[in-house]
């Protein structure tokens, strides 16, 4: 029996498809690297490890950070259905007396069941495409963790999920204890980084009143955070409820993006099974995963507000000059529960002519669009955590 599994269960899937992670096919990212200024492995390695001599934790953002992804240029080209483009100079990162601590997916490529701590270039790409247009409402902390990597996750790795959390409770600790200063915590994570936040939050944040004062909220995207069926708290955490409200606090965003029903051996949207194993969640019974839209807070459907980087979702026939590209109006998304999975249902606007990209189940409808969790709803969860954090100040 595979690390993780009960009986009943399905566990993370097996080699018969590599996963793409948020930032596109692990090998399709490297290859989009140079155009994308990462930096390289050597440089950011060194400039990240030379930061602090208090502990040994390894940070990919930090702010005040040489070269730090979580800062990269913010320029957008807004593209419309008539294929109308508006370049935006957004807003650059700030000293926000907030702060946001982020967790990257699975990305690496190592052949070893867990990663080292070396900066990669794909732990850099990662970072910018999901943190970095947070950097506006938070000062973004980024440790890099010994996650599991992505071929351990087809292979009996026993210890490899506690390897990979230990090594992120480290850098927390560290965080916590030598530059958190009593700001309020945005939590964000995806996929794996989810996964590790959740027992994060589970073990260090829910029982502790001190520190579940503290978050102002957790965005766990594509983690399978769990709630009794008809409540809004319970399941993953004792304390820490689901956000009903755009101007919550000390609540859970959480959600799997699909575009259609999800298949039977989904590994998003049914407790106890599929991503599950990673935060080693195996309860089902009476338990239904939390989906939160985060546009309306409700079953509601409401319009989301996508951003992805340019080099990856070119426009045919538009000349897009800045990093990053937004396509409003095109997608509206409502959570639903469809043959016992809950999903965030998205659905194309579907408006004639209109040359914008879609994104795709691209790896199969077991994965839904779970490589775009975060870019597809990024500009609505970075106005949540500023509406949140408004909420706070009142």
């Known amino acids: 029996m595979r690390e993780g599994m009960v009986p009943g ?6 080699a018969r498809m590599a996963p793409r992670t948020s930032v596109a096919l692990v090998l399709g990212a490297l290859a989009l690297l140079p155009l994308a200024g990462a930096v390289p492995v ?6 990240r490890s030379a930061i602090g001599s208090v502990s040994k934790t390894v940070w990919l953002c930090r702010p005040g950070q040489a070269d730090d992804p979580c800062t990269a240029d913010l320029s957008s080209t807004t593209v419309t259905a ?14 926000s007396k907030f702060d946001c601590f982020y967790v990257y ?25 999901q943190a970095s247009r947070f950097s ?28 990979a959390y230990d090594s992120l409770l480290a850098g927390w600790k560290d965080y916590l204890a030598h530059d958190n200063g009593g700001r309020p915590i945005v939590f964000i994570g995806h996929s794996q980084g989810a996964a590790m936040l959740i027992r994060l939050l589970q073990n260090e944040i829910d029982p502790n009143p001190r520190l579940r004062k503290l978050m102002v909220s957790a965005i766990l995207l594509g983690g399978n955070v769990t709630v009794p069926v008809g409540r809004g708290v319970g399941g993953s955490f004792t304390h820490i409820p689901t956000c ?3 101007t919550a606090t000390g609540c859970v965003i959480a959600y799997s993006s699909f575009g259609t029903a999800p298949p039977a051996d989904s590994l998003f949207g049914r407790p106890g099974t599929g991503v599950s194993t990673l935060s080693d969640q195996t309860a089902s019974a009476g338990l239904r995963v939390a989906c939160v839209n985060p546009v309306t807070f409700s079953t509601a459907s ?3 507000l996508p951003y992805f980087l340019s080099i990856t979702s070119p426009v045919p026939g538009v000349n897009v000059r800045t990093p990053w590209v937004s396509f409003p109006g095109l997608y509206t998304a409502r959570c639903a529960t469809i043959g016992g999975a809950t999903t965030l249902q998205v659905t194309t606007t579907g408006v004639p002519g209109d040359p914008r990209p879609k994104v795709t189940d691209s790896l199969g409808p077991t994965w839904g669009y779970h ?3 975060v870019n597809l709803a990024v500009g609505n969860l970075v106005t949540d955590v500023a509406a949140e954090e408004g909420a706070l100040h009142r």
Do not use: H, K
């Open 244 to 246: 009903a409200a755009v």
């Open 9 to 14: 269960r399905r566990a993370w899937p097996r």
């Open 42 to 47: 050597s440089a950011g390695a060194a400039t």
């Open 82 to 95: 008539d294929g109308s483009a508006t370049a935006v100079a957004d807003s650059p990162a700030t000293a």
């Open 136 to 163: 506006p409402v938070c000062r973004v902390w980024a440790p890099m963790y010994r996650q599991r990597t992505a071929a351990s996750l087809f292979t009996n790795q026993s210890g490899a999920n506690q390897v």
């Open 302 to 304: 409401g319009t989301l």
């Open 105 to 129: 997916p699975t990305v690496s490529t190592q052949t070893t069941a867990n990663a080292n701590l070396e900066v990669q270039p794909i732990e850099t790409l990662a970072a910018e495409q």
């Open 371 to 373: 490589a775009d969790d």
